[in-house]
């Protein structure tokens, strides 16, 4: 079984293949050093869980250890390829620092306690704050990384059981916007859009979306149709020289915040030039009148004079979106982070209305997830929705969900909104909120304006549970740790971005008492003694696969419906795509073939809001504006963003991900692999801006904003003039000094606490910041050559 070196080649060599025709295979595999095929004692069926492009994998396991993963050759996801933190990321689960035992905060100190000391703080606790204050004092913010017989369980403790309205994830922090987006349009979640497009189109645009480093089998699979037959174009809009971008046919690198304007610009040069397929619009769409009004005053020179391009390099990426044959697009952070957030993730969806580009091959829109569940949060309502996507507003849809879990309606909160994490903390802060449950999730280094953070988190009137694998900087502000078994260690199902489900099976224990989330939620819930309305103990799962079981009820005959699914149907495919019904048995490749949607207002999710102020529209409007459920096309007007470059901070600091690691780094940088690529933060950096502020390669260098500095090495170059780069991986836990108020090196030390009105996330591209050269010059922690590898495969037989 050959090794791939999945840090020198983080998108392995060239399977080339042409339009129309099947991805090859390449099974990738990495074992333990000393480890030979014939010591492996079984492979155990998984996916991917450190990205969320779903790649479906076998874990090696000897010695009751996984000791290495394989590519599963018959999943259509990867076709038995694996990137870097597949190949390498499992290490986390044998790091010799995983929690073990439950900790309690005693005299100020957290130390060692057993489970039922630990619960019955935690029982206790929350029962005198409901004698107290009622649900609204408790608060649960869960994950993108557990199963969906986890966010089930979660979510029907919380709103069946204790009655909250409190409760999200922090799929809040990377793909809220593209649940908004899709709600806005197609008054549903879920993808339209497949990972197989990318095998039938002859045109790709990339909003937002580096593929390359967040779901880099995706981008082989994009690198092998640019070596092969009929390559497609790719249009990329980045304000970074990523890898995509590199390989585009033609980049838009716009200033941040200004993305609706971009978008604005292209759908008024489509609509100019008749680029619209006008029978599809009038059939299957309402609010093309209003889009054309708006998008009229967008031409291409003004909107190249707010974003900082040529007119001719918009009306050349119109050109690209209007003349293709078959049209994939995709949508990233670049637009869920930034300002305008969810008004210009619907302006995407807005350009395939137009061009008619939904339900076919190679056509359609994929607004893509950031973490490997992210769509179980969404789909389970272990967030701001209503399990089984169903519609907080309509009350027929919480009738039945109560129906389902055998409790009284009123016990579910739906007299408004339910609270987004944002204002959930805003209520810790003012102090309305006194206990908050963190789960597999590490707010005090991924959560914007760090030191407000900090201080929410380590208030004492805040009673702060964290259910993790880890000692996390979160984890150390708690009054109660619960040590988490993670994947590997546990059963359970998982959905990525093109909504295809894997099982997880159990591989190996948990280490010491540490145990699954699952089997922690049901405890609370027994401990408090919930009761559904006969008396019955709830939830009334027990395992994972009676709450599977559970949640394919709950899904039944919702957009997302799981009925056709069951573990030993997925031990037999490696994935399925939902909708999986007795009507559908094999799952459902691509929605909307046939131009109906999610979207007549019995049956919708959401009734929508504004573009603008996030305000809900109301049903009565819903139903006068949409009475047939046909998809929307919304216009919205650009704004300025509420922080932008002066004299004092001239720059743009944008945040993000790169290609070695994941989030907070509590499982890659735990990888020695991994975390020798990408050891240490880094500013990137233009070759303009280096030279303005005396800087060179490998210098230290300090960004700060109005709320704090961060310094880090340089990289100079991949970067528009203006804009610099912070990858928000780094934190404090493994580093000499402690967490403080005066933290310098984790990315949201200096964003700021706001968010987008309609889907609320959180904004994290968009701060003024100020760059200066500090100390003398010395040596750079090493970095893996992404853009010399890029480079090579690009000047080689991936160029076009």
């Known amino acids: 079984m050959p090794q791939r070196d999945g840090i020198g080649e983080p998108w392995g060599t060239r399977t080339q293949y042409g339009r129309g025709e099947p991805w090859p295979v390449r099974v990738d595999s990495h074992l333990a050093d000393g480890v030979r095929p014939e010591d492996v004692e079984r492979w155990v069926r998984s996916a991917a869980v450190l990205h969320s492009n779903g790649d479906g994998l076998d874990l090696a396991v000897a010695g009751g250890r996984i000791v290495g993963v394989r590519g599963r050759a018959d999943d259509h996801v990867n076709r038995g390829r694996l990137d870097p933190k597949d190949l390498f990321g499992w290490q986390a689960n044998s790091a010799p620092d995983r929690l073990t035992t439950p900790l309690v905060r005693r005299h100020g100190e957290l130390v060692e306690a057993s489970w039922d000391e630990a619960m019955d703080l935690v029982v206790r606790r929350s029962k005198e704050l409901l004698d107290e204050q009622g649900p609204g004092a408790l608060g649960f913010y869960t994950s993108g990384q557990l199963f969906a017989e986890e966010y089930y369980t979660l979510a029907a403790v919380a709103r069946g059981g204790i009655g909250t309205n409190h409760l999200d994830g922090n799929t ?41 480093e967040t779901q880099a089998v995706l981008w082989e699979r994009i690198l092998d149709r640019l070596a092969g037959r009929e390559p497609p174009e790719l249009l990329c809009v980045d304000p970074r020289a990523t890898p995509v971008a590199r390989a585009a046919t033609l980049h838009l690198a716009p200033l941040p915040g200004t993305n609706v304007a971009l978008m604005n610009g292209l759908l008024h040069e489509l609509i100019e030039h008749g680029w619209v397929d006008r029978e599809y619009v009038e059939r299957h769409t309402v609010g093309y009148a209003e889009l054309v009004a708006t998008v009229a005053d967008y031409p291409p020179e ?14 050349e990426a119109a050109r690209l979106l209007g003349r293709a044959e078959r049209l994939l697009c995709t949508v990233l952070q670049g637009f869920y982070q930034s300002h305008q957030a969810a008004a210009a993730a619907v302006q995407v969806n807005n350009v395939v209305l137009l061009r008619g580009m939904l339900g076919k091959p190679g056509a359609g829109v994929l607004q893509m997830n950031g973490q490997p569940t992210a769509e179980n949060t969404r789909e389970c309502g272990a967030d701001g929705d209503l399990t089984g996507f169903r519609n907080w507003a309509n009350d027929e849809h919480v009738r039945e969900l109560a129906d389902l879990w055998n409790v009284d309606v009123s016990q579910i909160p739906h007299y408004g909104p339910p609270t987004h994490l944002m204002q959930m903390l805003r209520y810790a802060e003012n102090g309305s909120l006194r206990l908050l449950w963190v789960s597999a999730t590490n707010p005090a280094v991924s959560l914007p304006d760090l030191h407000r953070i900090r201080s929410i988190l380590a208030q004492d009137r805040l009673f702060l549970v964290v259910q993790d694998a880890f000692r996390t900087e979160t984890a150390e502000l708690a009054d109660v740790v619960l040590p988490a078994a993670i994947w590997g260690e546990k059963t359970g199902t998982f959905t990525n971005a093109d909504c295809t489900v894997h099982l997880s099976v159990k591989a190996v224990d948990p280490p010491g008492r540490a145990r699954a989330d699952l089997d922690i939620f049901l405890d609370y819930a027994r401990r408090m003694d919930l009761r559904d309305a006969d008396g019955a103990p709830f939830p009334s799962w027990t395992d ?21 699914l069951s573990y030993e149907k997925l031990c037999e495919v490696s994935g399925v795509q939902w909708p999986c019904t007795a009507d559908h048995p094999d799952g459902t490749e691509r929605l909307y073939t046939d131009g109906k949607f999610f979207a007549h207002p019995d049956y919708c999710e959401s009734y929508g809001r504004d573009m603008v102020t996030g305000a809900p529209t109301e049903p009565f409007e819903y139903r006068a504006m949409n009475p047939d459920g046909k998809a929307m096309l919304k216009a919205a007007g650009y704004f300025e963003p509420h922080e932008t470059p002066d004299t004092d901070h001239p720059f743009f600091l944008i945040t993000g991900r790169t290609l070695h690691h994941f989030h907070t780094r509590t499982k890659t940088g735990r990888a020695p692999q991994l975390d020798a690529a990408a050891p240490e933060v880094w500013l990137e950096v233009s070759e303009g801006d280096a030279a303005a502020a005396g800087l060179s390669e490998g210098n230290v260098a300090e960004v700060s904003t109005p709320r704090g500095a961060v310094r880090a090495h340089v990289r100079i170059g991949g970067i528009r003039d203006g804009v610099l780069f912070l990858p928000f991986h780094y934190g404090y836990w493994d580093v000499d000094h402690a967490v403080g108020k005066d933290g310098d090196r984790a990315a949201n030390e200096l964003t700021f606490t706001d968010w987008d009105p309609v889907s609320k996330q959180p904004l994290f591209k968009v701060a003024a910041a100020a760059l200066r050269k500090v100390g003398e010059d010395e040596p750079a922690p090493p970095l893996a050559p992404v853009d010399t590898i890029v480079d090579e495969e690009m000047s080689g037989e991936v160029a076009r």
């Open 544 to 564: 994972a696969e009676s709450a599977f079981e559970a949640w394919k009820r709950a899904s039944a005959g919702r957009p997302c419906d799981y009925s056709g």
């Open 172 to 212: 809040r922090l990377c793909t809220a916007t593209a649940a908004a987006a899709l709600k806005e349009t197609f008054g549903c979640d879920g993808q339209p859009a497949s990972y197989a497009d990318v095998d039938h189109a002859d045109v790709i645009a990339l909003f937002g979306h580096n593929v390359a």
């Open 302 to 315: 003004r909107v190249a004079e707010v974003c900082g391009l040529a007119p001719g390099q918009i009306r």
